[in-house]
């Protein structure tokens, strides 16, 4: 027995270089991976518990290959055991599901040996991905707001505030109007610009100012929930 310079208990031989080597492709592959969710998400929070789950995922997945190799009954048995796993984590945005199943299938490359397609398919994917960051493609145009305030409906109408929308708003396309607190305030939700030079927080505080107006909310329009 050679061992260990070869594997023959999978269907084809792997040698220990091969295996380091599809491992090694594996992680510099998920490397470049999450350099580029990185860029690509520069201007949000990252979770460095994700990045490492990218890089462990690659190399583990490319690791799997190689064990299942072309044994259809290894497949199932994988399938059987994984079954039992409970993942609770919460994705909260989709790219980041997209970049999990980058890396499956950058480990999955690898680990079957076939570079050619592990390096120049990711290489094009993620130049692909820099170059949709570089136009800023799905962005939101500079100062588009999801702008909601609370006021009393014997207080205010919206006579009231017009004049600061006027002052600080370009265009201003009112979304939804209800009332809350058992009928004792009403909701505005407006999708507004902001013209050039005014400024956010003296907005909010112009609105706030105004008599029987209370939760004065600015949101950028690509966030999806208040904190």
């Known amino acids: 027995m050679n061992f260990p310079f070869s594997l023959a208990s999978t269907s084809q031989a792997l040698t220990i270089e091969a295996v380091v080597i599809n491992l090694l492709l594996a992680f510099t592959l998920s490397m470049l991976i ?10 949000k929070a990252i979770n460095i518990s994700f990045l490492m789950t990218m890089l462990i995922l690659s190399m583990v997945v490319a690791l799997v290959m190689m064990v299942i ?6 497949a199932f048995s994988l399938v059987g055991a994984l079954s039992i796993i409970r993942f609770r984590s919460v994705v909260k945005d989709n790219r980041d599901i997209a970049y999990i199943f980058f890396s499956l299938s950058a480990g999955m490359a690898a680990g079957i040996g076939l570079y050619s397609v592990a390096i120049f398919g990711v290489g094009t994917i993620l130049a692909i991905l820099l170059l949709l960051d570089f136009v800023k493609f799905g962005q939101s145009m500079h100062g588009l707001f999801l702008l909601r305030f609370q006021y009393f409906t014997s207080d205010t109408d919206e006579a009231t505030f017009m004049p600061v929308f006027d002052e600080f708003l370009s265009t201003y396309r009112r979304i939804s109007v209800k009332t809350v607190r058992m009928g004792q305030f009403v909701e505005h939700s407006y999708l507004v610009r ?18 029987g107006m209370e939760r004065v909310t600015l949101l950028a329009e690509d966030v999806e929930t208040e904190v």
């Open 34 to 43: 999450v350099g580029v969710y990185r860029v690509t998400n520069r201007h």
């Open 194 to 211: 902001l013209r050039k030079d005014a400024n956010e927080e003296r907005l909010i505080t112009r609105l706030s100012a105004l008599e």
């Open 69 to 74: 190799g072309n044994s259809i009954a290894r």
